[in-house]
């Protein structure tokens, strides 16, 4: 999969709060995906079989160095089994660690617009936490629906989201009122942090839909000095709508207040090329989904080191 990121454009300057979006249809109806979890668009193929599976899950197969899973996006969006035709197309998609195969209808082509531009929908359209729409983006005449992949395939195959064992393993805890906010717009995976942070013994938890209101709690506590009360660390998100977490990771650390403010960016989103954007931006670290455990034992070392400075 290597050079994939050329095939699907340029790729963006860290901290811009942009995303490019690539556009696609089933049935007629326009949806988007972050261009980021895209490695490459492929014709379909011949698809294996296997047993024992999701319904939307058609197979596996095997194009070229990896074998990739094949989701039925058509049959998993609609319940109605779908009919494969020669000029579907496969969505080869890189995240959480996983390289999984979407199939579509169409390709449309790639909309770059702010994540201001992106609101999420409320709970009578997404569905609360079973909805899989994570936003609405304005592509010039269009709506899109920014469709929550990360969703998607915890439901398809659970194991591999997020889990309360891998904090189970880290033993007996000692309870901690360190404030955490978080800045997450997974109404189900904030759920599920807040859960496995509050086990692990982390009770000051102030979550936040999105960057924005992030910032603004940060500016605020600024504002009325009790930054050092109200904050001690800032996990977020990267993927947002109205600011992502590179840009909120930019203005924390271009900023003379915050700038000591250990910032953890959690993300399905990190490989080698955004470790690269982080690292430029100024976070402290930068975990993969669901490594949840991993984002534990990093808390523990930046507030410790944080108290011995």
Not at 107 to 123: A, F, H, L, T, Y
Request: glycine share 8%.
């Amino acid at each position: 999969m290597e050079n994939d990121e050329k095939k699907l454009g340029i790729l963006l300057e860290s901290g811009t709060n942009e995303i490019e979006v690539m556009e696609f249809t089933i049935n007629g109806n326009l949806y988007g995906i972050n261009v980021a979890k895209l490695r490459e668009i492929m014709m379909s193929s011949k698809v294996k079989p296997m047993p024992h599976t999701h319904p939307a899950v058609e197979g596996v197969f095997k194009p070229r160095d990896i074998l990739l899973t094949v989701v039925d996006l058509p049959m998993y969006l609609t319940g109605i089994p779908s009919a494969k035709e020669e000029r579907d197309l496969f969505m080869i998609t890189n995240f959480n660690n996983l390289y999984i195969a979407f199939r579509v209808h169409t390709v449309e082509g790639i909309c770059r617009i702010s994540w201001n531009d992106i609101q999420k929908p409320d709970n009578t359209i997404s569905g609360g936490e079973e909805g899989v729409a994570t936003g609405i983006a304005q592509c010039g005449k269009d709506l899109v629906t920014i469709l929550d992949f990360e969703k998607i395939v915890a439901d398809i195959a659970p194991e591999t989201g997020i889990q309360l064992r891998d904090i189970e393993k880290l033993g007996e805890r000692s309870q901690n009122t360190s404030p955490i906010i978080m800045a997450e717009d997974s109404i189900l995976l904030s759920k599920m942090i807040e859960n496995s942070l509050t086990k692990a013994g982390y009770v000051n938890l102030k979550q936040f839909n999105n960057g924005q209101e992030a910032w603004e709690y940060l500016l605020k506590v600024k504002e009325e000095g009790t930054l050092k009360e109200k904050v001690s660390i800032v996990i977020t998100d990267i993927e947002m709508p109205r600011m992502d977490g590179h840009r909120l990771t930019k203005l924390i650390k271009s900023d003379e207040e915050l700038k000591n403010l250990p910032v953890i960016i959690f993300s399905s989103l990190i490989n080698q090329e955004m470790e690269i954007k982080g690292k430029q931006l100024g976070a402290d670290e930068q975990l993969t989904k669901p490594e949840i455990g991993h984002l534990v034992e990093v808390i523990d070392h930046l507030l410790l080191k944080g108290q011995q400075q």
